[in-house]
């Protein structure tokens, strides 16, 4: 705060401490009026030199009065200037705590909501990760109880068909269990007879064996194709249990079928197997992802929870502190109030108590001017002033001096008002008050007098350094506060659209979910269909293929048995066997004494036989069931003789061919030729599956490539959508930051400007007043000097005081004062040019200076020590 203290106005300075200290430039007069007369005093003096003495001791009731009042408004003030410090700390310390936790709060909000979409995501996932898992185990519990079904239903056909066998086998049915015995045995004509002999050896029923035999094809028959169930069907309705050639035919397709139904369930089993384990696997990563999911989603509500809990934190605290900050902002206005008042209280006071000194001081003045001197001198009957009685009437000099020069300085006074001189003029009135002590008093009052013109000069430059200083901050703030507004503006703009882009962004991440949501379903639908279709054309596959086996296998045996064939080396040389060759291994018959007719036969018979060996040291051979390739034979002692069928009797035909008419002469041909059309239908509508699998499964493969573009796509699409999302969001919470800062900023500069304006509304009286009256305050100023300083040349060019002057310098100088001075005569004496000395000799002026009889005294030297000495060629010394 600027302080400028008019005259009788105090200025403060308070330590750190509070404790005030104070200085006063009221001017009090309490000066000793002289009032002295001689004589007997009469009433009126003795009264008003009673009322002088009470106005004095008003004055100084008055000032102390004064001081312990600045003291108590010192440290009222000291008060005032500390709490509003320290709340307007308090205040701008809660706007900036409330900013920025409102800025840590949006920051909060917008992680806790990218941390939601990120959760949700995590469940969606989730979802889909359980469904995935729920549908595969419910897919695996079908595909188990479709493989136990499976499974149950091959072990039943394979137990049928081992129990048709047996019994067949039993009643002579196998033919290869009885290959020892004559072919001819089984014809059509023989094979009752040699059934009902082989019942009767084994005591069995042939109403019972027949029986057995029906049911245990019956139960067989249902797993058979259609024609060959034909048969068995057919073989069943035989009456009487009469046998046919066809036995030996159905028991070849039952071990056929045993074979194949073997076969699948090996497979079945494995693929079983294969299954379990590919669920295991998928079950296992699965339920690892679900795991990761579910950890994230906790880990994610964790930290969701955690800065909600921090978010009601800062709301409790932005609620606290500005409850806080309203209670330190009314106790501030009530204090500056408070302040306010009491200041204008103490500065009326001082006013008041101002005019006070001056209406006492002037009273004083008035009573002690001339003409109460006049009065007060008639009415004590001729008294005179007390003053120093000298020779020859001196004191009447010096009296008349005195009253010339304090009726001067009184009417300047007068004339400008002034306190100060006033005082001198008293202290010159006073007889008793020596001219040195007068000259010390006007000295100091000069100098007072200049020290207040360096202060009004000072106070009105500072008047002059603040205003300009702070209509310049007032300026500047002005022009912030309109750069301010702008920013705000601007902030307030874009935050407004960077929350737009958010919010559309999370709109396009929305639709993107729902996208890729939508292609998942559609593609694990599809996945589905796809799977359906290609177990389908696997069961298809499988069916055809086990068709073709059987069939195979069947006719493979037929014209291993019946085809034309001829023994020789391969197929470019069917006739000649090989020399000294053997091809190891595949051995399964001996025949020791066999001739190579007889080893051709035996391989003739027999469908499994691929070649023989036929020792050429001696009789006998190898019939061999395999023969290895030629790049495998090695040197042997003998023959190696290869089957080589020739082509007419190929089983199969790679093109549909017309076959000749079936006959019944010759060997059986069965439905060789069928058998070949049929076997070719099926490796077509087998090609034709497969091409079609291979169809879907390119399809697949391209639709899932295509899903995974898109997935990919559309997930990068996402994922620069939430980066943008992140990065507006994180643009904005600088940008409300930034706002924050400007309405900070913006507060402080209004609050600033504010300052300024009331500092210079409070200065401005004082400042008024200084800048309206300093010139007449320096021309008062300069009044008063000059009549000082007129005083001062008045009294010291007097002869009173120049005597005065002298006398005192004479009894400086002691007993040395006859050789330092010149003596007059009496004339110089009676006239006043001269007075006598302390030792009665008449002395005018000092002697040179370097006088050497003067300086010979002083030093307590003789002249001619002196003269000799330092003062050689000094006045007075001899020439």
């Excluded at 109403?207 to 058979?224: E, H």
């Excluded at 007889?431 to 009004?456: A, C, H, M, N, Y």
């Excluded at 000092?846 to 006045?875: F, L, M, N």
């Amino acid at each position: 705060w600027l302080k400028i203290a008019r005259a009788g106005t105090p200025t403060r300075t308070c330590s750190a401490a509070c404790r005030c200290t104070t200085r006063t430039e009221i001017m009090r007069v309490a000066i000793p009026l002289a009032i002295c007369v001689v004589g007997d005093p009469s009433s009126a003096t003795s009264t008003i030199n009673a009322v002088v003495v009470r106005l004095r001791n008003m004055l100084k009731t008055s000032e102390s009065e004064g001081d312990a009042e600045r003291e108590l408004y010192a440290k009222f003030k000291c008060y005032c200037d500390t709490n509003t410090q320290q709340k307007e700390a308090a205040i701008s310390a809660a706007t900036r705590l409330i900013s920025e936790t409102k800025a840590e709060t949006a920051t909060l909000r917008a992680e806790n909501a990218k941390l939601s979409v990120e959760k949700a995501d995590m469940e969606s996932k989730l979802d889909d990760a359980q469904t995935a898992l729920k549908q595969a185990t419910t897919m695996r519990g079908k595909e188990n109880k479709q493989y136990l079904s499976e499974k149950s239903y091959i072990e039943t056909s394979i137990s049928s068909l081992e129990d048709a066998i047996r019994v067949l086998s039993e009643v002579g049915g196998d033919q290869t269990a009885a290959a020892a015995a004559d072919n001819t045995g089984y014809m059509a004509a023989d094979a009752t007879s040699q059934a009902k002999a082989f019942l009767k050896q084994t005591g069995g029923s042939l109403v019972s064996i027949g029986a057995q035999v029906k049911r245990a094809l019956a139960a067989a028959a249902p797993v058979l194709p259609a024609t060959q169930r034909k048969i068995v069907t057919s073989f069943i309705a035989a009456p009487g249990g009469d046998y046919s050639a066809a036995s030996g035919e159905i028991v070849g397709i039952l071990k056929n079928m045993h074979d194949t139904f073997k076969e699948n369930l090996a497979n079945t089993e494995e693929a079983e197997r294969r299954s379990a384990a590919n669920f295991a696997e998928f079950s296992a990563l699965k339920s690892t992802e679900i795991s990761t999911l579910q950890e994230g989603i906790s880990s994610r509500e964790a930290a969701m929870g955690d800065k909600a809990g921090s978010v009601q934190t800062n709301m409790q605290t932005v609620a606290q502190t500005q409850s806080d900050k309203a209670d330190d902002e009314d106790f501030l206005r009530d204090l500056t109030q408070q302040c306010a008042d009491k200041k204008a209280q103490f500065d009326e006071r001082n006013k008041i108590r101002g005019e006070e000194a001056a209406a006492i001081s002037q009273a004083v003045a008035i009573l002690n001017g001339d003409e109460a001197f006049d009065t007060f001198a008639a009415a004590s009957q001729g008294g005179v002033f007390l003053q120093e009685i000298s020779e020859h009437g001196t004191e009447s000099q010096a009296q008349a001096l005195r009253k010339s020069l304090s009726l001067s300085v009184r009417d300047v006074a007068r004339a400008q008002k002034s306190v100060r001189l006033a005082k001198i003029a008293v202290l010159l009135c006073a007889g008793s008050t020596p001219f040195d002590r007068v000259l010390s008093e006007i000295d100091k009052v000069i100098r007072r007098i200049e020290k207040e013109g360096d202060q009004d000069n000072a106070k009105r430059d500072l008047c002059v350094d603040e205003r300009a200083h702070n209509n310049e901050a007032i300026s500047n703030a002005t022009t912030s506060i309109t750069d301010l507004d702008r920013q705000q503006g601007l902030l307030e703009t874009d935050i407004s659209s960077l929350q737009n882009v958010i919010d559309d962004t999370n709109a396009d991440i929305n639709s993107f979910r729902a996208s890729m949501k939508d292609e998942t379903d559609e593609r694990r639908n599809a996945y589905r269909e796809y799977n359906r279709e290609m177990k389908t054309l696997k069961a298809t596959t499988k069916i055809v293929d086990k068709a073709i086996v059987t069939l195979k296998k069947f006719y493979d045996w037929l014209a291993r048995r019946d085809g034309p064939h001829t023994y020789g080396t391969d197929a470019s040389n069917p006739s000649t066997c090989t020399q000294n060759k053997d091809a190891g291994g595949g051995n399964y018959k001996r025949m020791p004494d066999a001739s190579r007719a007889e080893l051709e036969d035996a391989c003739s018979d027999d469908p499994k036989c691929s070649g023989f060996f036929k020792f050429s040291s001696s009789n006998g051979g190898w019939l061999k069931s395999v023969v290895a390739p030629q790049a495998e034979w090695y040197d042997a002692d003998g023959t190696l003789c290869v089957k080589v069928y020739t082509p007419s009797s190929a089983l199969l035909q790679t093109k549909e061919d017309p076959a000749p008419p079936a006959t019944f002469d010759g060997e059986f041909a069965g439905q060789k030729s069928a058998g070949a059309n049929v076997i070719s239908i099926l490796e077509g509508l087998k090609s034709e599956t497969n091409q079609e699998a291979e169809a879907e499964t390119q399809q697949e493969e391209i639709d899932q490539a295509d899903f995974e573009q898109f997935m990919t796509d559309i997930s990068a699409d996402k994922q620069r959508a939430e980066e943008q999302v992140a990065d507006a969001e994180s643009m904005q919470a600088s940008k409300k930051q930034q706002l924050a800062d400007v309405n900070e900023d913006l507060a402080n500069t209004r609050s600033a400007k504010a300052d300024a304006e009331k500092y210079l509304a409070d200065i401005k009286p004082d400042c008024d007043f200084m800048m309206d009256n300093i010139a007449g305050r320096a021309t008062a100023r300069a009044a008063e000097i000059a009549e000082l300083e007129e005083t001062i040349t008045k009294i010291k060019d007097s002869p009173v005081f120049k005597k005065a002057r002298t006398r005192e310098e004479h009894e400086a100088e002691g007993e040395c004062v006859l050789k330092c001075f010149k003596v007059c005569d009496e004339a110089a004496v009676t006239s006043g040019e001269c007075f006598k000395s302390a030792l009665g000799k008449p002395l005018s002026e000092r002697q040179p200076d370097g006088y050497a009889p003067c300086e010979s005294c002083r030093r307590k030297i003789t002249v001619a020590a002196y003269c000799t000495g330092e003062g050689a060629g000094s006045p007075g010394c001899p020439a």
